[in-house]
């Protein structure tokens, strides 16, 4: 059984799906989420404007430029814990 991810894993993982434009079922399915848990983390990720919405006719979400420095400080703070870990 795998450990549980924590938030900013999922987070990491949405904001990185969503670079260049996704809809929600392909977050659903690429985050490895229910519908109701992506809700929630598109909804608070679109209020802390990591994540916006891009017009057309389907909804989609793109990572902003504040969403794209929060993935780059992620995943230098995952290189930094990979190498702690014996």
Do not use: Q
């Amino acid at each position: 059984m795998e450990p549980r991810r924590s938030k900013i894993d999922i987070v990491g993982k949405i904001l990185s799906t969503a670079v260049d434009g996704i809809g929600k079922t392909a977050i659903v399915y690429r985050a490895n989420l229910n519908f109701a848990r992506a809700e929630k983390y598109i909804d608070m990720l679109l209020e802390e404007g990591l994540i916006s919405t891009l017009d057309g006719s389907e909804v989609k979400y793109k990572t902003t430029d504040k969403g794209l420095n929060f993935l780059k400080l992620y995943k230098n703070l995952e290189e930094v814990a990979d190498l702690s870990i014996p």
